[in-house]
């Protein structure tokens, strides 16, 4: 069973993307994680409310669970589609009320250096998921545990799930979580991640539906 973790602080935040983008965010930290690492969990839109009617019996509140990517959330790196999940999660979570959880999950868990280790390897040739294999790392290291803690510690055990990840549910599910419908994100295909994008959907049953390039 997942032991439970604790809301440490809650403050508000206000966001502001790119592209102009404005969201207002109540972002929890915790204690007592099952890593020991500080993720946050992030409150949009009304998602009191989104809580309150999953309660009653309503639909369950949507929710993203996303890993860290310096170099796609911040920098604005093509060769992921990582930035542009994070802005449309925002997005749609805000509209609907729910949660966005940030995971200090760099790299598929590898972290950032090896992260660009592992693009230098792909350079060479090697798919995503053989450059971690060739750096000693499995082919995804993330766990969701610390996700589940954070969200059965507002309230949340039924969600509707934002992701293209099985794995993502998988592990959800196994942490005290009902998944009660997986929500695809858009594709957000570009010729510098295309490999990417093809990899994740050939070797991790990603729901992703390519179409051609743009």
Known sequence: MTPLAMVRTRVQIPLRF??????TADAF??????????HLLLGLGDWQGALAGAKAGSIAPLVRPHSECLTGDVLGSQRCDCGPQLREAAERITCEG??????????RGIGLYEKLD??????????TYAANLALGHGEDERDYRAAAQMLL??????????????????QLKANGITVA???????????????????????TDHTID????P
């Open 98 to 107: 729910g949660f966005l959880l940030y995971l200090r999950q760099e790299g």
């Open 210 to 213: 390519l179409g051609p390039l």
């Open 181 to 203: 419908e997986r929500v695809p994100t858009a594709v957000h295909l570009s010729p510098a991640n295309a490999r990417y994008l093809t990899a994740k959907r050939d070797h």
């Open 118 to 127: 592992a693009y230098s390897l792909q350079d060479r040739g090697l798919d």
């Open 153 to 170: 510690a507002v309230g949340v055990d039924r969600i509707r799930l934002l992701s293209n990840n099985p794995d993502k549910a998988i």
């Open 29 to 38: 930290t915790f204690r007592g994680l099952a890593d020991r690492k500080e």
């Open 18 to 23: 790119a592209d102009g983008f404005r969201s």
